[in-house]
């Protein structure tokens, strides 16, 4: 009776041995959270987990980014244009610093008078500066001698103005009968009846010339002798 007892004993320690021995060596199934799909129901396409950075899964539609299929361009920059500016010394010129060119006098509307005589819009008590202004720049200029008080002498298109060694006017002389001197409507190839019309009767008349003297000066009509024609007119002081 007691060996069966022993034999039952060692006979349960080996059952309970193997049965330890084959916990062991069993090995846990592997967990697999993509093979972990649930069957989908009749007409349903499966659902897929999907992972996200966190590890955690995310189930429903994905939905992948279209490709547009264009090529990217690469647009280079344009560059702008260089703007030189201009040397520092030198002056740029604009619109409000030209000055308009010196108008000349419509000698067509100008009349004689004889309290204020004048040629060309000129008297002799105008300076220089004051003709530059009226008339412009001369087409030339030359010097003429003179001892006691040299004359500059400034010639334009058709006339010449004289100036003395102060600056005022010495004398204007008219050189063509295509201007016009403001002697009421005179000019030189006109005869002396012509200019005894325009100016009334002179204080002097010869044969050589006609004189008109007022407010100091002497206005002087050169004749020629056989024609009667003027062929010279001059404004210059009266001096005696």
Same mark, same amino acid.
């Given at each position: 009776?007691?060996?069966?007892?022993?034999?039952?004993?060692?006979?349960?320690?080996?059952?309970?041995?193997?049965?330890?021995?084959?916990?062991?060596? $069993?090995?846990?199934?592997?967990?697999?959270?993509?093979?972990?799909?649930?069957?989908?129901?009749?007409? +349903?396409?499966?659902?897929?987990? +999907?992972?996200?950075?966190?590890?955690?899964?995310?189930?429903?539609?994905?939905?992948?980014?279209?490709?547009?299929?264009?090529?990217?361009?690469?647009?280079?920059?344009?560059?702008? !244009?260089?703007?030189?500016?201009?040397?520092?010394?030198?002056?740029?010129?604009?619109?409000?610093?030209?000055?308009?060119?010196?108008?000349?006098?419509?000698?067509?509307?100008? +009349?004689?008078?004889?309290?204020?005589?004048?040629?060309?819009?000129?008297?002799?008590?105008?300076?220089?500066?004051?003709?530059? +202004?009226?008339?412009?720049?001369?087409?030339?200029?030359?010097?003429?001698?003179?001892?006691?008080?040299?004359?500059?002498?400034?010639?334009?298109?058709?006339?010449?103005?004289?100036?003395?060694?102060?600056?005022?006017?010495?004398?204007?002389?008219?050189?063509?009968?295509?201007?016009?001197?403001?002697?009421?409507?005179?000019?030189?190839?006109?005869?002396?009846?012509?200019?005894?019309?325009?100016?009334?009767? !002179?204080?002097?008349?010869? $044969?050589?010339?006609?004189?008109?003297?007022?407010?100091?000066?002497?206005?002087?009509?050169?004749?020629?002798?056989?024609?009667?024609?003027?062929?010279?007119?001059?404004?210059?002081?009266?001096?005696?």
């Amino acid at each position: 009776m007691t060996k069966r007892r022993y034999v039952r004993f060692w006979l349960a320690a080996a059952m309970v041995s193997a049965l330890v021995a084959g916990c062991n060596t $069993t090995k846990p199934a592997a967990t697999n959270p993509e093979a972990s799909v649930s069957a989908p129901r009749f007409g +349903q396409e499966p659902v897929i987990p +999907q992972h996200t950075s966190n590890g955690s899964n995310v189930t429903g539609d994905v939905t992948k980014p279209e490709d547009s299929g264009s090529a990217t361009v690469a647009v280079e920059p344009q560059t702008p !244009p260089k703007v030189t500016p201009p040397p520092a010394d030198k002056k740029v010129e604009t619109s409000s610093d030209t000055k308009p060119p010196a108008s000349k006098p419509d000698s067509s509307t100008l +009349q004689y008078d004889a309290k204020k005589p004048a040629l060309m819009g000129v008297r002799l008590t105008d300076s220089k500066p004051s003709v530059k +202004q009226k008339l412009g720049d001369p087409v030339s200029e030359f010097v003429m001698e003179d001892e006691k008080d040299p004359i500059d002498v400034q010639e334009y298109d058709g006339f010449s103005i004289g100036f003395n060694s102060k600056g005022f006017v010495e004398f204007i002389e008219i050189t063509s009968k295509d201007v016009n001197p403001g002697l009421n409507g005179l000019r030189l190839g006109q005869k002396v009846k012509d200019a005894e019309t325009a100016l009334g009767k !002179p204080d002097t008349n010869t $044969t050589y010339a006609l004189h008109y003297k007022a407010g100091g000066t002497i206005l002087k009509l050169d004749i020629d002798k056989k024609t009667e024609a003027i062929t010279s007119i001059k404004l210059f002081a009266d001096r005696k």
